[in-house]
């Protein structure tokens, strides 16, 4: 009964140790990990996409929810035990709907392979006089998936996405050739021309799909 509280509220790591709830164990161990295609991490909107972990054989079953950051990497303080983790569908990847079996002992490391409909290839950015430019190439993974756009956002920090940008381009499907060299640049406009740098990603987006696929954000100077 004492893992019933943790599992109800969820808290992070860093909270449920520094709490007490009557004379209950806080959770110790870390479970944690990349999401990968080909070994490599799947960049997505920060904290916006999340994996759940359930643990059966309890009173209370309840799931987990764990959230992604930009880089692929996730993390989720727990007791030791078996569990089972899932992905979840409306991220830029195939809809999954086996779990995989996790035993946490202790610091735990598990990778989590998903296969994104769109992947971004050979990513550059440079300053290019009074705009930023990228060039990029998009490969399709997923046979039964359509190209909505691709765009380019700049940040003032490496959060960088849809939702966290100060400027961005978009290039439409129509202008787009799946594994052709493409590009893509927006303006450094007068509200951001001061900065000493900015960031830069890609993203593409796939019909029918909220949240999209990113390269890594890139810090470009701009003095």
């Given at each position: 009964m004492k893992k019933i509280i943790f599992f109800v509220t969820a808290f992070l790591c860093t909270v449920l140790t520094g709490c007490e709830y009557d004379n209950y164990e806080a959770p110790k161990s870390i479970l944690s990990g990349k999401v990968t295609y080909q070994n490599e991490p799947v960049g997505?909107?920060?904290?916006?996409?999340?994996?759940?972990?359930?643990?059966?054989?309890?009173?209370?079953?309840?799931?987990?929810?764990?959230?992604?950051?930009?880089?692929?990497?996730?993390?989720?303080?727990?007791f030791d035990g078996a569990y089972k983790l899932v992905r979840l569908a409306?991220?830029?990847?195939?809809?999954?709907?086996?779990?995989?079996?996790?035993?946490?002992?202790?610091?735990?490391?598990?990778?989590?392979?998903?296969?994104?409909?769109?992947?971004?290839?050979?990513?550059a950015f440079r300053k290019d006089g009074d705009k930023i430019a990228a060039t990029f190439t998009i490969e399709k993974v997923s046979s039964s998936a359509?190209?909505?756009?691709?765009?380019?956002?700049?940040?003032?920090?490496?959060?960088?996405?849809?939702n966290n940008n100060v400027a961005n381009a978009t290039l439409n499907v129509a202008d787009i050739t799946l594994g052709q060299t493409v590009s893509l640049s927006?303006?450094?406009?007068?509200?951001?021309?001061?900065?000493?740098?900015?960031?830069?990603?890609?993203?593409?987006?796939?019909?029918?799909v909220g949240e999209l696929y990113y390269t890594e954000s890139h810090k470009i100077d701009l003095k």
């Open positions: 997505v909107r920060s904290n916006a996409t999340q994996l759940e972990l359930w643990q059966d054989g309890y009173a209370l079953s309840a799931k987990i929810a764990v959230s992604i950051n930009q880089e692929g990497n996730y993390s989720a303080c727990l409306g991220a830029p990847w195939e809809n999954l709907t086996d779990t995989i079996p996790v035993m946490v002992k202790g610091n735990t490391v598990v990778d989590v392979p998903v296969t994104p409909y769109f992947i971004i290839r050979n990513a359509n190209l909505s756009l691709a765009r380019l956002y700049l940040g003032k920090t490496i959060i960088t996405d849809q927006v303006p450094i406009s007068a509200n951001i021309a001061s900065a000493d740098y900015l960031f830069a990603r890609v993203g593409v987006q796939t019909v029918g």
